[in-house]
């Protein structure tokens, strides 16, 4: 049996070993910078699908719903002067109110959805209607007023003689 034999037992000292490691730390710090930054950019594309969601949602209801209903007309006490105010959102008008906060749960995090809306009468026959989300998300929130929000406008139309 060979047996190698090392002519140099120096080997590495101390000090190399603590300046690789500190190196190896800086490069681990940064990965996980990225994986941070990552993860931060996906839950918030995952909130905008959400509120995208709710709003289409919202918006289908309210396109549903006949021009000559009363829940087209009422802002819940807005004024109807476009531009002006936007109003709580409720997709059954029998319960007006009530439903204007969805509160959805994400990777164990629970995020509240406010819907408002706000319909402007452009005249007789036409009628603007403008859903407005808003979520809040870390330092972006209401109470500094700057949440996130997603707005989708539509106009509705009266519909003509069927005869």
Request: charged share 25%; glycine share 4%; aromatic share 6%.
């Amino acid at each position: 049996m060979t047996q190698t034999v090392f002519k140099d037992k120096k080997g590495m000292s101390l000090v190399e070993v603590m300046i690789a490691l500190v190196i190896l730390l800086l490069v681990f710090l940064a990965l996980m910078q990225t994986a941070t930054l990552g993860i931060e950019s996906n839950m918030l594309n995952i909130l905008r699908e959400e509120a995208i969601k709710i709003g289409d949602e919202r918006m289908s209801a309210h396109r549903n719903t006949p021009f000559k209903n009363a829940f087209l007309n009422d802002t819940n006490g807005a004024s109807n002067s476009p531009g002006c105010c936007f109003a709580d959102d409720d997709v059954d008008p029998d319960t007006a109110g009530n439903q204007n906060v969805i509160t959805r749960s994400f990777r164990n995090v629970d995020v509240d959805f406010t819907i408002t809306r706000r319909i402007d009468n452009l005249s007789t026959d036409n009628k603007n209607i403008e859903i407005r989300v808003s979520y809040d998300w870390k330092e972006r929130n209401a109470v500094n007023g700057n949440p996130y929000t997603y707005t989708i406008t539509t106009v509705m139309k009266r519909p003509g003689d069927q005869s």
